[in-house]
């Protein structure tokens, strides 16, 4: 069994969802970041455009981009998005939610303040906070950047890729995951011995 698995951090919304991808050390429970991607779904309007059929457009999207992205994850470490003022904000959640239903490997949830511990170490950092701690500690070229007065500057929407690889480092350290991770602990030892 191998000494690393491939792992994935979502951070889901149906109009910016974060994904990252990382090979976990199962000894370490070091991460390396290897590819970084937004999805983003644009509401299309006009008098020929039906909201419902929209919003399906919009779910297969984010479902065929989840998929495409993580088919080779061992694990999916997941924000699970949850209530809202606004019913159409519910509606969102909702297609989201189904969306990691349908994920091809073991989903491990994570709260957002669990995300926002394991990175920054306060539950009330803000989303500039997140994209710091991320960019600083995770450098690479999936970030996605601007160019202004000629310097090179991180968007926010960043706040979403900071997000998915926050949700790693806090799902590793969950209930859930250190299960697993004792049994394949358990695994890569009696084969060592064998």
């Given at each position: ?86 019913a ?48 600083e500690?995770?450098?690479h ?44 602990r ?9």
């Open positions: 069994m191998a000494q690393r698995i491939l792992v994935a951090g979502l951070d889901p919304a149906f109009k910016n969802w974060g994904i990252a991808r990382a090979w976990l050390n199962l000894q370490t429970l070091d991460i390396e970041v290897i590819n970084l991607r937004l999805v983003q779904t644009e509401k299309r309007s006009g008098k020929d455009v039906r909201v419902n059929s929209d919003d399906l457009r919009r779910a297969r999207e984010l479902r065929e981009a989840m998929l495409e992205t993580t088919s080779d994850c061992a694990v999916i470490f997941a924000e699970i998005p949850s209530g809202s003022q606004s159409r904000s519910n509606m969102g959640f909702g297609i989201a939610i189904g969306v990691i239903a349908g994920a091809p490997a073991n989903v491990i949830e994570v709260q957002p303040i669990e995300a926002k511990l394991a990175s920054v170490g306060r539950k009330t950092a803000s989303k500039d906070d997140m994209i710091a701690w991320a960019t500690n995770y450098p070229p999936d970030w996605l950047t601007r160019k202004f007065k000629g310097e090179v500057l991180f968007t926010n929407d960043n706040e979403h890729l900071a997000d998915a690889i926050a949700i790693i480092k806090a799902g590793i350290k969950t209930v859930q995951f250190q299960q697993l991770l004792n049994l394949w358990t695994t890569l030892t009696s084969a060592a011995a064998a």
